[in-house]
């Protein structure tokens, strides 16, 4: 009786939703007012195969068990719409570099996802691009981690001589130079501190990472059609089920949640568990987390430093951080599945041009390759058949569903 009302709710919930919100991607965005709890038995009992613990998986899978987005407590500015409108600016503003031609849009492309589709970005470096949506639900940012927040990660790039190359002097100066930026600047953060002393400039340069954290924030995953066979599902709607998927693409789900056990990993509504992990990716020597751990330790900007809005004691992650374990030695941050046909090439340094390379990885659980392991391994050979892989890539496939994100801020303002 319980059952079939919350399964009423949900779909009376669904319904409402559909109706009432307009769209980026193909599917409408399904969100619930709170993040459905995907237990067994939650939802229908059976749904064509699957049975109530996959389904409460599945549900786990879906964009609409999100939790709605946390605040960051070392950003008072994060949720600020003026922040987020400034922070737009900002992020496709080339002024903001040493010559005038890079911004963070030029490697963080919304058309492409927010990645560059290359190996290493313009300007060379170890490794790849990463996307920025969904990344405001990270406790930790880049491959490997050397960031703890938004807005001390994107105070990086700005000094990076690989990057937008610039001094946060210079950055500071053109705010004050710029009347209609000083304006702005002024009515989020207050006037301008004394910028004769380096804490001023610093203050400010802080303010600038905080603003284009506000706008990355708004930039979310839209739902796919993977979301759509997922409430279909949830609701043991057999119909609905079979105008989402092929028998393949279902398929592939399975096995992502059970023999190929994807979701060790890859898991929750961003298909990420934003851990770090071991998969013998080759390529140049990069130690990864082992080194990305003691980095964000000693960040000047990290959520300890006075530059952080948050109480010490809400830096639970940073905290708890583990920074000497053997298991961290080439591991890398479990990138999101989302959108994930847009974004090759795949891998913390772009191993694999495509779905498949990346796939025959897995299945010979990171080995074969003649190059032993790589620091530490977390990965066991799978022993796929052709079809399989086949099905799982398509799979895949079904996770695309374009940015779900205010339309304005996904071109230059
Ligand atoms: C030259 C290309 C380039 C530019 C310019 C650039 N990025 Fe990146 N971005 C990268 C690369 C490469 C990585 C991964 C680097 C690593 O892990 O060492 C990255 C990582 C990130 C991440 C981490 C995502 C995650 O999941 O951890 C965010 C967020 C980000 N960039 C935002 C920005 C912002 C904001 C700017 C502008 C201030 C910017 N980037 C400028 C190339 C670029
Ligand atoms: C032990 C944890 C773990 C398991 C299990 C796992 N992954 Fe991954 N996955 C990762 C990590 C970590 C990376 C990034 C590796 C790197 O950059 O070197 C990754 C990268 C990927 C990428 C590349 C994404 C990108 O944007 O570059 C794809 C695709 C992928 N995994 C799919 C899968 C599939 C499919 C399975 C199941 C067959 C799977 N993963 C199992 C942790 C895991």
Redesign the pocket.
Known sequence: MLKTAIQLTLIATLIVTIAACSMMGDYEPLTLDSAPICQPATFTEQAGDWSAEEIATICSLWIGSLPELPPDPSNIYADDALAADFGHQLFFDTRLSANDDVACATCHIPELNFTDGLDVPIGGGPR?TQTIVGTAYSPWFF?DGHKDSQWAQALEPLESPVEHGGIRKQYVDLIAADPDYLAQYVAIFGELPDLSMDDGVTQVFVNLGKAIAAYERKIMPAASRFDQYAVAVMTGDERGMREAYSTDEAAGLEL?INE???V???NGALFTNNE??G?N?FGTVDQGRLIGASLVVEDEFNCFSQWSDADSAECVDLRFILTDSPELDA?????T?RN?AE?AP????G??RD?AG??EH?NRGGLGSGIGIVGHN??LP?NLSDEQLGQ?EAF?RTLSGGIDAPEEFLSAP
Not at 346 to 349: A, I, L, R, V
């Open positions: 790849k491959w992502f190929a056990s994807c060790n990993c890859h770090f992990h998969t990716v591991a890398f941050k479990t990138p599945l994930v974004m795949y891998t913390h340094n191993a694999f779905l990346i796939l897995y977390d990965l799978l799982l895949l």
